[in-house]
């Protein structure tokens, strides 16, 4: 007996220490929380990999204005004679030598001088496109801080429901207790102890579901931060305390106009469009290059050929632009006016934005103040009604409704709190100044 006494102890310590490493458990504040989300999110290398794209196009750009130097080389058999008639003076007739193989080799160099300023406007153009997605990024990273932020909230919220439940549900289990009691010396009726049975029971029930949304909560917060979905996050308790005086609504409308990550992406790329429309009427215009090459050939027993060397100026103009209609000017004039209003609606958007976030969080902030005085009032009448029912002059059901009406405005203190919180960051994101330490 002895002996299974000690393996059902070892078994014991081995599961739990089994469980208490499955359940990692991590403190994180919401800052820290922010940061592990910029560095793992998935949508930031998809913009990482745009950057790259654009860097690339940009180099693109670049490599134009280089000089271009192609060579080239063939070597060719001749399995039949060739009829070789030379028209030289004394060298006629079409006997000639017998030519099985030809070598020939040439090399060409291509030096842009003038394009119409296609090169020059094509880099510059590929600048505000770089600069453009980098700017993206920033404001995709302001948008991820937020949805962190939210998650956070979200698990901040259940894990205090669960405190509140819990300590009511403590409460609740002895005053079950002491009722039993009084039922068994005939002080109460049966059916006054299963009211306050009942009462336990959809409390047990509140705390499950806050427990669920938790584990929800808690999973969502791990594969937002790309931590193992096992982690127990333990939130800040004291970061619905961080929310600042709200300053008058233009002040955050100016914030937006300038801080905006999006809306400065807009006119990067506006900016190239500009220069897409010069680039597309540069078409119309002559390219001129500087050229050079050399040839080289040998045709045995006929004919060598070496240090071929030419030098010059090339021009090339395309002069079926003369009738035809240059449609890359009017896509690029398109795409202009297309930027234009576009930008127009962005900063209608961000007007209605600020002004909806910033009521928003006015009224969260008020909500606090309602819930808070909701609480103390619940809580003094359930102390009220608790004296009554004590000395007989409030029944059960008054009693019960008392206490579930505490729970529900406590809960609602700590909830409007966070939402306040969130709230507020919430308006610094659209102002585009929601700070990532």
Same mark, same amino acid.
């Given at each position: 007996?002895?002996?299974?006494?000690?393996?059902?102890?070892?078994?014991?310590?081995?599961?739990?220490?089994?469980?208490?490493?499955?359940?990692?458990?991590?403190?994180?504040?919401?800052?820290?929380?922010?940061?592990?989300?910029?560095?793992?999110?998935?949508?930031?290398?998809?913009?990482?990999?745009?950057?790259?794209?654009?860097?690339?196009?940009?180099?693109?750009?670049?490599?134009?204005?280089?000089?271009?130097?192609?060579?080239?080389?063939? %070597?060719?058999?001749?399995?039949?004679?060739?009829?070789?008639?030379?028209?030289?003076?004394g060298m006629s007739g079409g006997g000639g030598p017998e030519v099985h193989q030809v070598l020939y080799g040439s090399a060409n160099l291509s030096v842009p001088i003038y394009s119409g300023g296609r090169i020059k406007y094509g880099i510059q153009s590929a600048k505000y496109l770089?600069?453009?997605?980098?700017?993206?990024?920033?404001?995709?990273?302001?948008?991820?801080?937020?949805?962190?932020?939210?998650?956070?909230?979200?698990?901040?919220?259940?894990?205090?429901?669960?405190?509140?439940?819990?300590?009511?549900?403590?409460?609740?289990?002895?005053?079950?207790?002491?009722?039993?009691?009084?039922?068994?010396?005939?002080?109460? +009726?049966?059916?006054?102890?299963?009211?306050?049975?009942?009462?336990?029971?959809?409390?047990?029930?509140?705390?499950?579901?806050?427990?669920?949304? %938790?584990?929800?909560?808690?999973?969502?917060?791990?594969?937002?931060?790309?931590?193992?979905?096992?982690?127990?996050?333990?939130?800040?308790?004291?970061?619905?305390?961080?929310?600042?005086?709200?300053?008058?609504?233009?002040?955050?409308?100016?914030?937006?106009?300038?801080?905006?990550?999006?809306?400065?992406?807009?006119?990067?790329?506006?900016?190239?469009?500009?220069?897409?429309?010069?680039?597309?009427?540069?078409?119309?215009?002559?390219?001129?290059?500087?050229?050079?090459?050399?040839?080289?050939?040998?045709?045995?027993?006929?004919?060598?050929?070496?240090?071929?060397?030419?030098?010059?100026?090339?021009?090339?103009?395309?002069?079926?632009?003369?009738?035809?209609?240059?449609?890359?000017?009017?896509?690029?004039?398109?795409?202009?006016?297309?930027?234009?209003?576009?930008?127009?609606?962005?900063?209608?958007?961000?007007?209605?934005?600020?002004?909806?976030?910033?009521?928003?969080?006015?009224?969260?902030?008020?909500?606090?103040?309602?819930?808070?005085?909701?609480?103390?009032?619940?809580?003094?009448?359930?102390?009220?009604?608790?004296?009554?029912?004590?000395?007989?002059?409030?029944?059960?059901?008054?009693?019960?409704?008392?206490?579930?009406?505490?729970?529900? +405005?406590?809960?609602?203190?700590?909830? +409007?709190?966070?939402?306040?919180?969130?709230?507020?960051?919430?308006?610094?994101?659209?102002?585009?100044?929601?700070?990532?330490?």
């Amino acid at each position: 007996m002895k002996r299974i006494n000690n393996s059902v102890i070892a078994l014991s310590l081995f599961v739990g220490i089994a469980n208490a490493n499955a359940q990692e458990k991590k403190n994180l504040s919401l800052d820290e929380a922010v940061q592990l989300g910029i560095q793992n999110s998935k949508n930031l290398k998809i913009d990482a990999a745009k950057i790259e794209e654009a860097t690339a196009d940009l180099l693109e750009a670049k490599n134009r204005q280089l000089p271009e130097l192609k060579v080239s080389g063939s %070597y060719m058999y001749l399995p039949i004679k060739p009829n070789v008639d030379i028209k030289l003076p004394g060298m006629s007739g079409g006997g000639g030598p017998e030519v099985h193989q030809v070598l020939y080799g040439s090399a060409n160099l291509s030096v842009p001088i003038y394009s119409g300023g296609r090169i020059k406007y094509g880099i510059q153009s590929a600048k505000y496109l770089v600069e453009a997605s980098k700017l993206s990024t920033e404001n995709d990273k302001t948008a991820i801080a937020y949805n962190v932020a939210q998650a956070y909230n979200n698990l901040f919220k259940a894990n205090q429901s669960i405190k509140v439940f819990e300590e009511n549900l403590a409460a609740s289990q002895k005053r079950d207790e002491t009722f039993l009691k009084m039922e068994n010396n005939g002080l109460i +009726a049966r059916n006054d102890r299963l009211k306050a049975n009942l009462q336990t029971s959809n409390i047990e029930l509140q705390l499950l579901e806050a427990r669920n949304n %938790y584990n929800i909560a808690n999973i969502n917060m791990d594969l937002l931060l790309g931590l193992p979905e096992t982690t127990e996050i333990e939130v800040d308790q004291n970061y619905i305390e961080e929310g600042s005086e709200v300053k008058p609504v233009d002040f955050y409308v100016n914030e937006a106009r300038e801080n905006r990550k999006d809306l400065q992406a807009l006119v990067q790329q506006r900016k190239a469009a500009q220069l897409g429309t010069k680039a597309a009427k540069a078409e119309n215009l002559p390219s001129i290059a500087f050229t050079g090459g050399y040839v080289a050939a040998d045709i045995p027993k006929f004919l060598t050929v070496y240090n071929a060397i030419n030098v010059g100026i090339g021009i090339s103009y395309n002069l079926s632009n003369i009738w035809k209609e240059n449609s890359s000017l009017r896509q690029s004039q398109a795409r202009e006016k297309q930027l234009a209003a576009t930008d127009e609606l962005l900063n209608d958007n961000i007007k209605l934005d600020v002004n909806r976030e910033y009521q928003n969080t006015d009224f969260s902030k008020k909500r606090i103040a309602v819930f808070e005085k909701s609480a103390e009032q619940a809580n003094e009448n359930y102390r009220i009604t608790k004296n009554k029912y004590d000395n007989g002059l409030a029944t059960m059901t008054e009693l019960l409704d008392a206490d579930a009406a505490q729970i529900a +405005a406590n809960v609602g203190v700590i909830n +409007a709190k966070a939402d306040a919180a969130l709230a507020y960051r919430k308006l610094l994101q659209t102002t585009g100044t929601l700070t990532i330490k």
